[in-house]
């Protein structure tokens, strides 16, 4: 007889990083902003009408496109929403990854980019970063069936600069390119100028950490308006109703306070250039982090004895017991306070910390 379990599509799920719930913590885990929302955004969220939860959302997102537009300065046609980036990453996946040929992505990049490929059985293959933890981009000029990566990389946080973007652009005018700039307004260049020369590429953003809103989960992407149709399809193949009535609502005020977005993420990067500095005069190594969380191996004692000590501490960073990363803690950044009782635990325990 048959059983049901044969039947099962089996996966190796993402593991987010964890959501401890304690009072008093630092929470430096999982990339998210330590400032609040847009104020607009507590004031719609205030003046919500219960009413309105009885009738559907509209399907085309309206106001959270429209005022993405304004924003981007592109054509309407040109946006599609999802449920936080990964909803706008899995459907891109499951739209334009369709080929025979694998697709192209960093060994040491998101974790959840091998998830989808294997839950969507698309071939894949995963190409090493230099020995800097770079992207060299003549690695991704043979044939693919499609290329993917962050650029601020994640977990690392180096960024490829648009001219490297454009010569993989440039060499693979038959693949689908997606970008995806989860953290890329935290000081990197947006690749958006590429999209007037490259109707192949895609630019993914989010809500979640420069927008302060991960809670929301509000993603979208940019790209010619005929992969934005294709996009639409199969959306509208699956779920016609991505947006709740509340995250449109609440997305669009968002973007609408350009003041408090560049306020809250100029001082983010401040603090991270802070950082940098303490963390080196601690004794740690790391690139230079365009994103707001800064990758870092110490010169003597082991990542993950730092981590267990810090979480003693109710201090949260996050660390990947996996090849080639397994000595690095990402470490999100938070307030310049939360930061700074990080680096004074850090100096008071390291010197006792023994070597193993
Ligand atoms: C955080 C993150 C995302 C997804 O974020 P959402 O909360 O789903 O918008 C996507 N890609 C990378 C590289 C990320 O770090």
Known sequence: MRDWREGVRRVEPYVPGEQPSERRMIKLNTNENPYPPAPGVERALRELDADRLRLYPDPEAGIL??????????????????????DVLAMAFLTFFNSEQPILFPDITYSFYDVWAGLFRIPYRQVPLDEKFQIRPSDYFGENGGIVFPNPNAPTGEELPQ??????????????????????????????????????????????????????????????????????DVKYSFNSYTMDQTALILGAEAVKDREYFDRTRGEIMDTREWTKGELRRLGFCFGDSRANFIFAAHERVPAEKIFQALRE?????????????????????????EMRELIDFLEHWLPSANEE
């Open 163 to 232: 001219e490297a973007i454009e010569e993989i652009l440039k060499h693979n005018r038959n693949s689908v390119v997606i970008v995806d700039e989860a953290y890329v307004d935290f000081g990197a260049k947006s690749a958006l100028p590429l999209l007037e020369k490259y109707d192949n590429l895609l630019v993914v953003q989010t809500f979640s950490k420069s927008r302060s809103m991960a809670g929301m989960r509000i993603g979208f992407c940019v790209g010619s308006e005929e992969m934005i149709r294709c996009l639409n």
């Open 313 to 337: 501490q109710h201090i949260y960073v996050r660390y990947f017991r996996k090849p080639r990363i397994s000595n690095y803690l990402r470490i999100t950044i938070g307030t310049r306070e």
């Open 65 to 86: 496109v429209d005022a993405l537009a304004e924003y981007y300065k592109v054509k309407p046609s040109r946006i599609f929403v999802g449920v936080g980036s990964d």
